[in-house]
């Protein structure tokens, strides 16, 4: 399990007395999409943000692209650039026209001029679906493509690795399926994702590997087949049936 | 009783009006610009989620404002030595910079903490999260509370008469005390700082429109 | 390092820098004229009390006067309530000094007889708290949502009773906290009577630092006297206040 481009070792973090991560060991090789699920409060997000040291870890090591995570800031920011987030919701810049959310990290980032970032802005923007709302405001916009505006603005920087936070649970039905078109798309074009979602047709469709936490453990790491079908775990197979349940078309995960 | 006022005194006494209005307009102005940019420079600071800051700027706060005005303007005036210019100055900016900050560090709570975890992941600096993302809509939320507290520098500016600044109400004292005409002196002075008061709120509901989002 | 250790080594730092500001403030503090100042301490205290009665006394009559304005201005006939929210804007837009200068040379035109210092004081800080206050009450009373009043108007309250039983108990809650900032602001304000002449605790201090050389230890006991003062009713103020606590 050796040389992942993300590799947890032993990794443990408390919220004061709560063991959010306990013993978290984990690797993720490049090229390849890594679904995360498990119940509320499981610590899938702390996971996620644990990646690009939006939280820091109390013990064990992270190792992003071949470098342990420290704490040097300047090491860190330039991780950060490398990695993309999107996240539940959102979180669109409401004073910047769309065009702006995702021109903003490339400019004062990567410090490019003017209209190369606004070429890549516009050639993401089109590539994820809204090229004509290049000038709209995010209040403007419906939940589905807000979110396909906050892929597009962490594709602009040209990630090796996108993480993605529960990136559909906050849209309507009618709107889940436009956004995992386009992570389907990033998926099938070689990018490495961890991805935090409850979506499972898209877990079956695109992931190399499933992994379920439940009370900040790695209770169960397996390849989706493999997961859906033959899970070891008791408490995965409690919660693959109480997501799966009420799903047609989908084989009951306890059998 | 009434009709024995004299309103004609404020005439004879015009220029001594116009140059106490002159003064408490600059005082007022420098006072409102500095205690902005110090107040705003602590919002900030108080806003990091470092544990020391917190405390540091909690402490500023707290100090300037449980001392009124007047006891900060003697201290500096007649126990530090500062000359009354300076000294009244620097007791309006010190006095609301401590406010300000207070407004500034609830505007930018009041941004959603998403937004802030979206510039890190992108890797921008706190530097620029700061210029580029929170206070570009801070601006706007604040404007409102930073209005109340402009016209309070307007008002605490009335204490610096106290130590002698020629400022309207230095001016209305001086009309008192050399023709007992202060109910008249007094009336002018109020419609004058009311004036200016009016100018304030006005000129920022302009701002706030002008700020309007998308 | 890890994120606890971040935190506890900055809380130990600041213990420390608390520590060493005390101890160095201690050391300075011992060394002030204090032989001299103590023979003037129960003036010094007689006068502090004397502010805290100003700000208690004046803020009962701007209670008193406050509700009347606040139900003028929102309830009231228009003429009526044209002429309480001018009243209430022009005071709030006017220095506290003039106000006070006003009081005190205006009184005589009025009453037609000389004014004392301190009723002056009282007086103005009164117009003031009134003020200040009805903005406040009326701020509380528009807090509680107009869903209420029409719900209970629809089961059959009058007007008067709905006021009473479901707007005005909302209401005192709401504007609790902005009242106790009041006794704050105005407790701060008692100082500027100085100008006057009256013996308050600001000018106690004044007319004994000329007195006795020893400016330090005096602005000391004038500091203080008003943060005690006023951190206390704060801290009483965020207490009542859940934005505050939310905050935290
Ligand atoms: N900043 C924080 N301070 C204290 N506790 C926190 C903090 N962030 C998260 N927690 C707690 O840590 C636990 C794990 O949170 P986390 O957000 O990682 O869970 P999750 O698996 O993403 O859950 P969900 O499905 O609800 O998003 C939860 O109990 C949460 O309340
Ligand atoms: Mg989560």
């Not at chain 2, 015009?14 to 307009?25: E, F, H, I, Q, S």
């Not at chain 3, 403030?25 to 006068?47: G, K, N, Q």
Request: hydrophobic residues 50%.
């Amino acid at each position: 399990m050796a040389g992942g481009i993300i590799e947890f070792r032993n990794v443990h973090k408390w919220f004061g007395t709560l063991h959010v991560l306990d013993d978290v060991s984990l690797a993720v090789q490049a090229g390849q999409v890594v679904v995360v699920c498990g119940p509320s409060g499981s610590g899938k997000s702390t996971l996620l943000r644990c990646i690009n040291r939006l939280e820091r870890i109390d013990r064990g090591e992270i190792v992003v692209d071949g470098a342990p995570l420290d704490d040097q800031v300047r090491k860190i920011t330039r991780l950060r650039a490398e990695i993309g987030m999107v996240f539940q919701r959102f979180n669109l810049y409401p004073h910047l026209s769309v065009l702006d959310n995702v021109m903003l990290a490339p400019l004062k980032v990567r410090g490019l001029a003017r209209d190369k970032a606004r070429a890549i802005a516009e050639d993401l923007l089109a590539k994820v679906g809204i090229p004509e709302k290049a000038s709209a405001y995010p209040a403007q916009l419906s939940g589905g493509q807000q979110q396909r505006v906050a892929i597009a603005r962490a594709l602009a920087m040209g990630p090796k690795i996108m993480l993605f936070d529960e990136p559909t649970s906050a849209l309507d039905p009618e709107m889940i399926q436009e956004v995992l078109e386009v992570m389907v798309g990033l998926a099938e074009g070689g990018m490495t994702m961890v991805v935090v979602t409850h979506e499972m047709g898209f877990a079956r469709r695109v992931a190399d590997r499933v992994v379920f936490m439940d009370a900040g453990r790695v209770v169960e790491e397996a390849a989706p087949e493999d997961f859906f079908t033959r899970a070891r775990d008791p408490r995965t197979r409690s919660f693959l049936g109480k997501i799966l349940s009420h799903v047609p078309g989908l084989p009951d995960a306890s059998t | 009783m009434l009709q024995s006022l004299d309103w004609s005194i404020l005439w004879q006494f015009r220029a001594a009006l116009w140059n106490g209005l002159l003064t408490t307009l600059w005082i007022s102005a420098v006072g409102i610009l500095g205690s902005t940019l110090a107040g705003v420079a602590v919002g900030c600071l108080a806003a990091v989620p470092s544990l020391l800051l917190r405390r540091l700027t909690a402490s500023y706060t707290e100090l300037l404002r449980n001392l009124p005005v007047i006891v900060k303007l003697f201290f500096l005036y007649f126990v530090l030595g500062v000359p009354a210019i300076p000294a009244a100055l620097l007791t309006l900016i010190l006095h609301q910079s401590a406010y300000i900050a207070d407004v500034t560090r609830a505007g930018i709570r009041s941004v959603p903490r998403g937004q802030v975890d979206a510039g890190l992941s992108l890797g921008h600096g706190w530097w620029q999260i700061y210029r580029h993302i929170l206070l570009p809509q801070v601006l706007r939320i604040v404007i409102p509370p930073m209005t109340t507290q402009y016209v309070s520098v307007v008002k605490n500016s009335a204490v610096v008469a106290l130590i002698s600044v020629e400022d309207l109400t230095y001016q209305t004292q001086e009309i008192n005390v050399e023709t007992f005409r202060g109910f008249e002196a007094a009336t002018a002075a109020t419609v004058l700082y009311i004036a200016i008061s009016a100018v304030v709120i006005g000129a920022m509901t302009r701002l706030y429109a002008r700020l309007a989002g998308p | 390092m890890n994120a606890a250790g971040s935190q506890r080594l900055q809380a130990a730092l600041w213990w420390l820098g608390v520590a060493i500001a005390v101890i160095v403030a201690a050391e300075r503090v011992r060394r002030l004229e204090w032989a001299a100042v103590a023979p003037s301490l129960p003036f010094l205290l007689t006068a502090l009390g004397r502010s805290w009665v100003l700000a208690i006394v004046s803020i009962a009559c701007g209670v008193i006067a406050a509700f009347p304005l606040a139900l003028t201005r929102l309830y009231g006939p228009r003429g009526l309530r044209q002429l309480a929210t001018g009243a209430i804007e022009a005071v709030r837009a006017t220095p506290e000094l003039m106000v006070i200068f006003w009081v005190y040379f205006t009184w005589p035109y009025l009453a037609g007889n000389q004014v004392t210092a301190w009723n002056a004081a009282l007086g103005s800080l009164s117009v003031i708290a009134a003020a200040y206050l009805a903005e406040v009450i009326r701020a509380g009373i528009s807090s509680v949502p107009a869903g209420q009043v029409e719900a209970s108007i629809a089961s059959g309250m009058s007007g008067l009773l709905t006021f009473r039983y479901i707007v005005l108990p909302q209401a005192l809650r709401n504007m609790l906290p902005a009242l106790l900032a009041q006794l704050v602001a105005l407790f701060k304000t008692t100082s500027l009577v100085y100008a006057i002449g009256v013996m308050d605790f600001f000018r106690a201090v004044a007319v004994t630092k000329n007195a006795v050389f020893a400016p330090y230890a005096l602005y000391l006991i004038l500091g203080a006297g008003y943060f005690v003062s006023c951190f206390a009713i704060g801290r009483i103020v965020r207490w009542f206040d859940p934005r505050y606590q939310l905050l935290e």
